[in-house]
């Protein structure tokens, strides 16, 4: 159940932001490709995809730190704190207990987990666009 939670809230970023990218081919690239007879796979292949995949590795930043906040949520509402595993659990038991370096621990833990996951996704970002887009290159002076 939790991780169909944290699936939901980090999926739709990751899909507005890809459907986005396909969209915004440049119009003039597309003619070109229509002018010479790419079919539509080749359209998708050789001009779309390249052109959305910066808006996906957008939308995976954006989805690796709402994944985290979603399971934790998830953990909260769903009822599974009752279960003794997970941060969630750690900072509903330690709020009631009053034990406050416990909750600032479970905290910490849970915002070094999600520096990590933006170190990866950045990571990832950088391996998909180093040599070709101008997000990810390096500027020459």
Not at 7 to 28: C, E, M, R, Y
Not at 49 to 72: C, M, Q, R
Request: hydrophobic share 55%; with cysteine.
């Amino acid at each position: 159940m939790l991780l169909i939670c944290a699936f939901l809230v980090a999926f739709f970023p990751i899909l507005s932001n890809t459907v986005q990218g396909l969209k915004s081919a440049d119009h003039n690239l597309v003619d070109l490709f229509e002018l010479y007879g790419a079919s539509k796979s080749q359209q998708l292949r050789l001009l779309k995809i390249p052109t959305a995949l910066p808006y996906f590795v957008a939308g995976l930043n954006i989805a690796g730190g709402l994944a985290l906040i979603g399971s934790v949520v998830a953990e909260f509402t769903a009822g599974a704190a009752g279960s003794k595993a997970g941060l969630a659990f750690r900072i509903l038991e330690a709020g009631r207990r009053l034990n406050i370096p416990r909750l600032f621990a479970a905290l910490l833990l849970i915002t070094l987990t999600g520096v990590a996951i933006f170190i990866l996704t950045s990571f990832i970002s950088k391996l998909l666009l180093r040599r070709w887009h101008e997000s990810a290159m390096t500027r020459e002076r």
